[in-house]
T-cell receptor
């Protein structure tokens, strides 16, 4: 398996623009997680899907953030409109089942909002 | 919700010495405690984990101990090597029904000096 795939790897955009991050989990994994990593706040869980259903979105910072998982092999995280404080590395991870199994992280998307 | 505290934030050791990183958690219902290693510019990767029914687990030079009464767990690395230099994250997983959520500590930057 190729592991968790994320795209793009780097994104530079201007404040106010829409940003869409994409993730393909490992085939057969039932759980998918979106994390945000910054120096100040560390690794934060944004949202977690189980069997394509959002289970916990309490970490989503505000209404500008939304996430979808239309099928078992694809998820998106959208920021609209983007702000400079959204600049971070966004990781997608997948696991066989929830938060009690090893989570396999993707390579991350480094987002810079100017 | 769960709160995970990790200490120290930075740790510098000489090659061959041991390194110990400590974490505390707040939710007594937490039952899964993984440790992730993140090299500079790379993704976090699981190095060892422990579940609440055991007190200690070893894997070559790495060991983790768990004290459920005191709600703390520790990572021990013996005979450190320069390639052990990375950021290490502890995490704790709590379950609320079907919601298993990992909460990460802020990380420890370990530097192993040759």
């Amino acid at each position: 398996d190729a592991g968790v795939i994320q795209s793009p790897r780097h994104e530079v955009t201007e404040m106010g623009q829409e940003v869409t991050l994409r993730c393909k989990p490992i085939s057969g994994h039932n759980s998918l997680f979106w994390y945000r990593q910054t120096m100040m706040r560390g690794l934060e869980l944004l949202i977690y899907f189980n069997n394509n259903v959002p289970i916990d979105d309490s970490g989503m910072p505000e209404d500008r953030f939304s996430a979808k998982m239309p099928n078992a092999s694809f998820s998106t995280l959208k920021i609209q409109p983007s702000e400079p404080r959204d600049s971070a590395v966004y990781f997608c991870a997948s696991s066989l089942s929830g938060g009690v199994d090893e989570q396999f992280f993707g390579p991350g998307t480094r987002l810079t909002v100017l | 919700g769960e709160n995970v505290e990790q200490h120290p934030s930075t740790l510098s050791v000489q090659e061959g010495d041991s390194a110990v990183i400590k974490c505390t958690y707040s939710d007594s219902a937490s039952n899964y405690f993984p440790w992730y290693k993140q090299e500079l510019g790379k993704r976090p990767q699981l190095i060892i984990d422990i579940r609440s029914n055991v007190g200690e687990k070893k894997d070559q030079r790495i060991a983790v101990t768990l004290n459920k009464t005191a709600k703390h767990f520790s990572l021990h690395i013996t005979e450190t090597q320069p390639e052990d230099s990375a950021v290490y994250f502890c995490a704790a997983s709590t379950s609320g029904g079907s919601n298993y959520k990992l909460t990460f500590g802020k990380g420890t930057l370990l530097t192993v000096n040759p």
